[in-house]
């Protein structure tokens, strides 16, 4: 693995980075699509960037801006396959945290998903693209004390039908409650 990045503070509100990263894999353990079995494939690439920016516009408010591209690929295969199946190229992500008061914390993101293949299980190598896709998460949690905190939430909020694997459709809504405790030894 080797990477190489930058990291700015432009001031007390904004900041950014971007890191450049490359990945060569061999052996690396997978489903080989035509026998169903796991086996170590030769060569794997997997290059690209990542883009963060993060925003403070005021103390009680944080805005991030998450962006990833990314080249996965099988450099050595002999066959037609290139580009490695359910590695998405481009991934965004834009997450906001406010605090309106200082033991109330709510929490909203969204994920943008795109262009991701995937091969065909039998037969000659075909390729197709699944369904880019944008799903909206949320969060709301109420700190009771320093060590215990409720909260309540949403994933997939609007309830978007996706795949992130060909066949196996991603949950739908989901809703969950919970509380955590924090303990210090």
Do not use: C, E
């Not at 960037?49 to 403070?56: D, I």
């Not at 945290?97 to 293949?117: E, I, K, M, W």
């Not at 190598?125 to 998460?137: E, G, P, R, S």
């Amino acid at each position: 693995v080797y990477q190489v990045g930058v990291d700015n503070l432009w001031s007390s509100s904004v900041s950014t980075s971007a890191t450049l990263f490359l990945l060569d894999a061999h052996g690396f353990i997978q489903k080989d699509q035509t026998t169903d079995q796991y086996v170590n494939f030769n060569h794997y690439r997997m290059d690209g960037v990542q883009l963060h920016m993060g925003l403070r516009p005021a103390s009680d408010f944080r805005l991030d801006v998450n962006y990833t591209y990314l080249n996965a690929r099988d450099v050595g295969s002999t066959g037609n396959v290139d580009q490695l199946q359910y590695q998405p190229r481009h991934q965004f992500a834009i997450q906001a945290t406010y605090n309106p008061l200082s033991r109330l914390t709510l929490f909203a993101a969204g994920y943008y998903v795109a262009d991701q293949v995937y091969y065909s299980k039998r037969g000659p190598d075909q390729n197709a693209n699944l369904a880019d896709y944008f799903v909206v998460d949320t969060r709301i949690a109420y700190a009771f004390t320093q060590r215990l905190t409720a909260y309540v939430g949403a994933r997939n909020l609007f309830d978007r039908n996706y795949m992130q694997s060909y066949g196996f459709p991603a949950p739908g809504r989901v809703v969950y409650l919970g509380v955590s405790m924090n303990f210090v030894l």
